[in-house]
Structures are given as structure tokens and as C-alpha cells.
């Protein structure tokens, strides 16, 4: 056995080192749901976020065993949250994961990592390194494709798909409403840009980029799927519907939509991170929480 660590290289943005972490995620969930929380897709939403810190990517840390992905060691969004991965072949790398981690990853000398309740072994582990579980939960859940509730849009409404006719100053509209800004969103070079690069991803399929076009047309609401062909499921990521348009089903019909074009393509399984009334509203039901830990007792030399 021939275990390296490697440092992530975060340039060009899709690079070799993004693609074998992707590669990674797909392999361990290959066969069923051993990472809900973190899928392949929920990799790609994260590399060309607009709200990720690029300015510590390199710190991002994976370990192979000959050339291949056995372990990761990465922050989600911010510095400070860490999301460590580790195979089940190679579980005896858990406490260089968050050793690393420790060193590495924190923000300030705050630092907290996710693991699954149930995890025993990782909890020990943490345990024997300072960190303590809080009240901060992260839920996953699940539909089954098979058993699709039936939606329908109101008169005058219609879906469209990033691979029809597609209006970057809209998408950014329903975005910017969709997260409940204030205001008008703005609609400047700068922030169209980081707009399509959230949708840059080489692995997305445009006919699965949907959103719900009102009679005005204006996007109303919006739902992004990711899928593979030959997996057996699909992440939903991301929902959201313009407040001055929500409570008229709109927001249910664009993910059964996008549920339901995903099915078309072979898949079996919704999955989505979150356990909001929602989701358990129209068919998904929880399969995973994890919970964040935090490291207690603070030593960043």
C-alpha cells in the first residue's frame, strides 16, 4: 500500500487534482449513499460558487493510495468548516485527516468538522482530539423517483432550460430575489460573470438547469439538478423561488421537473441537503444527519 498526501492545486479551475477529487466522490457512492451529505454534485456547485473563499484552496489536502483518492481534507464554503472524507478500505487514515485538518483548516483557531451520527469510530476519534459534538445538525434526504407526486404550473406558465433560449440578467434576477436579497439585483459585468461560472461546470447538463418562466417573463423559480448517466441518483442543488411567487406551487413543480427529466435518464434517487418541511412535503423522507463538531481546545502551532 502506497499512501501519498498531496496538497490541492486550485489552478485552472478544472484541473486534474478538481477532477480526481470529483472522480473520488463518484467511486464512494457508487454502489449506494455513502456520502449524502457530500455528492460528486454538491462538489461542483462548491468549485464555481461564487461565495466559496478561493483564497485558501490550497489548502484543501487529499491522500492516494497508487494514484487514486482515498481520503480528503477540505473546508465547504468558508475556512473553518471542515468536510473530511475517508473510503472504507482506508478508515485507519482518520486521525492524520483531522490532524491535518487541525493544522490547516481552521479559521483563527476556530474549527469545526462534520460527522455523521452513528460514526462511531470518527466520533472517537475526534473525541481523542479535542473536539466536542454542538447542537449544529447537517441533513440530507431522499426521494424515490418511482413514486413522483404530480405537479402542474398555473395558466401562463411554462418551464424553460438553460439549453433553450437563456437570459443571464433573469437567472441572476431570480438568484439574487430567490436568497431573499433586498433590492434590486444588479446586473453589472462583474456579477453576470461569476453567474455563468456558477453554471460552468463541465459535468452539468443544461437540460437539467430549469427554471419556471411567468406570462411577464420574468424567472420565477429555479431548480438545479446534477446527474451522471450510470448513477442511480441525482442532488438537487440549488431551489429557490422569488418571494412575490411563492405559495403557488411553483417551487414543487420545478423540482419534480428536474426529479423527473433525471429519471428519464436512468436515475432511481433524489437526494437533497436539507430537511426543510418542504422537501417531506412533496416525497423526500431523511436519510442522514451528521453533526458539527468543534474543536475545543485551541492550538493553531
Not at 455523521?116 to 423517483?145: C, M
Not at 418511482?146 to 437567472?171: H, I, R, T, V
Not at 411567468?214 to 423561488?241: I, K, L, Q
Request: charge should be negative; aromatic fraction near 14%; hydrophobic fraction near 35%.
Amino acid at each position: 500500500m502506497n499512501i501519498i498526501f498531496k496538497n490541492y492545486n486550485p489552478e485552472p479551475l478544472f484541473n486534474a487534482d478538481y477532477i480526481k477529487i470529483r472522480n473520488f466522490l463518484i467511486r464512494i457512492n457508487s454502489e449506494k449513499l455513502y456520502t449524502p451529505n457530500f455528492l460528486w454534485g454538491a462538489w461542483e456547485w462548491e468549485v464555481t460558487h461564487g461565495g466559496l473563499d478561493r483564497n485558501n484552496l490550497d489548502k484543501f489536502g487529499y491522500w492516494e493510495n497508487d494514484g487514486e483518492i482515498v481520503a480528503i481534507a477540505i473546508y465547504e464554503m468558508p475556512l473553518g468548516d471542515g468536510l473530511l472524507i475517508v473510503d472504507e478500505e482506508h478508515r485507519y487514515l482518520i486521525p492524520d485527516v483531522i490532524t491535518y485538518a487541525k493544522k490547516y483548516l481552521h479559521d483563527n483557531g476556530k474549527l469545526r468538522i462534520l460527522i455523521a451520527n452513528g460514526d462511531y469510530e470518527f466520533s472517537k476519534v475526534a473525541i481523542e482530539h479535542d473536539f466536542r459534538p454542538t447542537q449544529n445538525r447537517w441533513n440530507s434526504a431522499s426521494l424515490d423517483i418511482n413514486k413522483l407526486q404530480s405537479y402542474s404550473l398555473p395558466e401562463g406558465f411554462s418551464f424553460m432550460s438553460m439549453a433553450d433560449d437563456w437570459n443571464w440578467q433573469q437567472y441572476n434576477r431570480v438568484m439574487w430575489r430567490g436568497f431573499n436579497n433586498e433590492g434590486k439585483a444588479e446586473h453589472d459585468e462583474k456579477t453576470i460573470s461569476g453567474r455563468k461560472e456558477m453554471l460552468s461546470s463541465p459535468m452539468i447538463n443544461p437540460e437539467l438547469v430549469i427554471v419556471v418562466v411567468a406570462p411577464d417573463g420574468n424567472y420565477v423559480s429555479h431548480c438545479g439538478m446534477w446527474y451522471r448517466p450510470g448513477d442511480f441518483y441525482c442532488y438537487v442543488e440549488p431551489v429557490v423561488t422569488d418571494p412575490e411567487y411563492r405559495k403557488m406551487g411553483l417551487g414543487k413543480a420545478v423540482v419534480l421537473e428536474g426529479i423527473r427529466r433525471c429519471g428519464n435518464l436512468g436515475a432511481m434517487q433524489a437526494v437533497v441537503g436539507s430537511d426543510q418541511q418542504f422537501y417531506y412535503n412533496i416525497g423526500f423522507y431523511p436519510i442522514y444527519t451528521g453533526t458539527w463538531w468543534e474543536w475545543k481546545t485551541i492550538n493553531c502551532n
